[in-house]
């Protein structure tokens, strides 16, 4: 890119709290004879870059729209663009327009360059810096994550329009299990989903739209040996409970349970929506005999389901895919140790968990509890990230608001927000950028973030691991 007689290479948007603090960085020469030397170009007004030096008065300066500059540095991102305001057609219209022309709105970093984040990342990904995104990252740095990507677009790509879960239901032969049991028009419990799919039991799949359930509430009576036998996971992020695995099974029927039953109270308390600690609690301190309310949850509207193995990708794409999955942490490790120089992530998982869900979907509001960069990578889809950077000024008159004072925080893409959550979301403490397919966020887990899974894009597919 030439600029005044300089030729530039662009290395990284760092993007700032208004457009106005945004910063161009990039290396510079003034001739092929010269050295590159770092160059950074502060944003003057919407299509105009400067950089100037006291010592010499010499300017360097780079007219160019944002569009027009957003075409050349991420020519792949023009489709989004358009279609941006399908991705979440719930979100606020301001929100979604200020993701164009660039992925991120507030403050973090979009980088262009793939030395530049190999050598930069530990220092980008920081308290309160927002995310760091890299466009096309797998490609770029030669990542298994790029054979993933182009095998799950291509046998996703015919059952766009089918829930996940009933794609697991697919993989797992449990559909003609469903029918045989239940009939041809029976719908889909999460019992039914978990007794056939080991995916469904590796993860934690969100029931908190999940408002039907089937049949009505039984009671199940378990003595002290019985209630070794069953596993819980959280109904919701961090609470309720559902059985999520019981062995034998015979022995839970018996007493009057299944996979899949939520609880909803233990010796006559309420623990539907209690912290899932909180229900571990409870259960331990009914022992030795224990009498649950339980009740099966139906699994509809947009199915989501985090923390699964990589036996997902095995299911839905083929064995390869998910040995692929495994060899990811450690490309990253070698690429680091390689080209890092001393900036070298730790990286605490062997291999990564998966995050999956259909449009609409969500995370909660939340800080992960290992405080550390956490790297993530779009197999399939668009997923829209959010992460605070100041939560004071992102809370500011908003913690008596009803809607942030639910158990858990959520913004999904389908349905309306509340006006405290929308003006969240704009508020200049909250950063919101959008990856698809291909592309690698990270960010610092220690921020309140979440993700939420896009519209219009078929199921979104990502794993992250620290």
């Not at 457009?19 to 919407?46: E, F, H, Y």
């Not at 075409?71 to 989004?80: A, F, Q, R």
């Not at 003609?176 to 719908?187: I, P, T, Y």
């Amino acid at each position: 890119m030439g600029v005044n007689g300089m030729q530039i290479k662009p290395l990284a948007l760092q993007r700032g709290d208004d457009a106005k603090d945004d910063i161009l960085v990039g290396l510079g020469r003034c001739s092929p004879s010269m050295d590159w030397q770092q160059v950074c170009l502060k944003r003057a007004d919407s299509n105009r870059w400067v950089q100037g030096s006291k010592e010499t008065n010499e300017v360097v300066h780079l007219q160019m729209e944002d569009d027009e500059l957003a075409t050349i540095l991420l020519p792949s991102w023009g489709l989004h663009c358009e279609k941006m305001s399908s991705l979440a057609p719930e979100w606020p219209e301001a929100l979604m327009e200020s993701l164009k022309p660039w992925p991120l709105k507030g403050r973090g970093t979009i980088v262009f360059d793939n030395d530049f984040f190999v050598k930069h990342i530990v220092e980008l990904a920081v308290p309160g810096q927002g995310p760091v995104l890299l466009p096309v990252g797998a490609e770029k740095l030669d990542l298994p994550t790029a054979f993933i990507k182009n095998a799950l677009e291509k046998t996703l790509s015919d059952v766009s329009d089918i829930s996940l879960a009933k794609l697991l239901l697919r993989t797992g032969n449990g559909q003609s299990h469903l029918h045989a049991m239940h009939g041809e028009d029976s719908v889909l419990s999460l019992g039914d989903l978990l007794d056939v799919s080991a995916v469904a039991r590796s993860g934690y799949v969100d029931l908190s739209r999940c408002l039907q359930t089937v049949g009505p509430r039984r009671h199940a009576t378990l003595n002290l040996q019985e209630c070794t036998l069953f596993e819980v996971a959280p109904r919701m992020w961090a609470h309720g409970a559902a059985i999520r695995n019981v062995a034998p099974s015979i022995v839970a029927e018996k007493a009057g349970c299944r996979r899949g039953d939520v609880i909803v109270s233990a010796n006559s308390k309420t623990v539907f929506d209690a912290p899932l600690a909180e229900v571990n609690r409870v259960l331990r301190a009914s022992l030795p005999h224990l009498d649950i309310e339980v009740e099966q949850p139906v699994l509809e509207g947009p199915f989501y389901i985090h923390a699964a193995s990589l036996t997902m990708l095995q299911e839905l794409a083929g064995e390869d895919v998910a040995e692929a999955g495994k060899s990811v942490v450690p490309a990253l490790e070698a690429l680091f140790a390689q080209r890092g120089g001393d900036q070298i992530p730790a990286f605490g998982q062997r291999q990564p968990g998966i995050w999956a869900g259909d449009g609409g979907s969500t995370s909660r509001l939340h800080r992960d509890n290992q405080h550390r960069i956490e790297f993530g990578h779009v197999l399939h889809g668009a997923k829209l990230f959010a992460v605070e950077t100041d939560e004071a000024t992102a809370m500011a008159s908003k913690e008596a608001d009803p809607s942030f004072q639910q158990t858990e925080v959520s913004f999904p893409t389908d349905v309306p927000l509340s006006s405290a959550k929308a003006e969240w979301l704009c508020s200049s403490g909250v950063s919101v950028a959008v990856g698809g397919a291909g592309d690698m966020l990270c960010f610092w887990g220690g921020d309140r973030h979440f993700g939420a899974n896009a519209m219009s894009s078929g199921p979104c597919i990502a794993f992250f691991h620290g």
